[in-house]
Nanobody
Framework: VQVVESGGGLVHAGESLKLSCTVS????????MCWFRQAPGKEREGVSC????????YYADSVKGRFTISRDVAETTLYLKMDSLKAEDTAMYSC???????????????????????WGQGTQVTVSS
């Protein structure tokens, strides 16, 4: 299994970035897929998730209205479009693939790192104020 993120970088506050996560070695569309982030000295935070069907999404309150999760099943790629970036969005962003699960909804209780056995190495996002 390989999970590979890309798209991070250094931007100014108010600008946008789009992260990509390409997955191989597992059935991409049969599990929850999530983006997590971790800033220095802080706990890992679930940012956004999508269920196996692509019909349900979760966003942390801190990113609602600014971030958009999407996917391309054919390309086995998960995306995170981040608009109106703030300095507090600065973190290492990691993509994670869950166990096989066909639940209709993805909820906050699903967004727990221990429920995701497959992780990428992360991509750094730095937002200067």
């Amino acid at each position: 299994v390989q999970v590979v993120e890309s798209g991070g970088g250094l931007v100014h506050a108010g600008e946008s970035l789009k992260l990509s996560c390409t997955v191989s070695g597992l059935t991409f569309s049969s599990r929850n897929m999530c983006w997590f982030r971790q800033a220095p000295g802080k706990e890992r935070e679930g940012v956004s998730c999508m269920n196996a069907y692509g019909s349900s999404t979760y966003y942390a309150d801190s990113v609602k209205g600014r971030f958009t999760i999407s996917r391309d099943v054919a390309e086995t790629t998960l995306y995170l479009k981040m608009d109106s970036l703030k300095a507090e969005d600065t973190a290492m962003y990691s993509c994670a693939a869950g166990i096989t699960s066909y639940r209709a909804y993805v909820e906050k209780s699903d967004v727990v790192p221990s429920k995701f056995p497959y992780w990428g190495q992360g991509t750094q996002v730095t937002v200067s104020s």
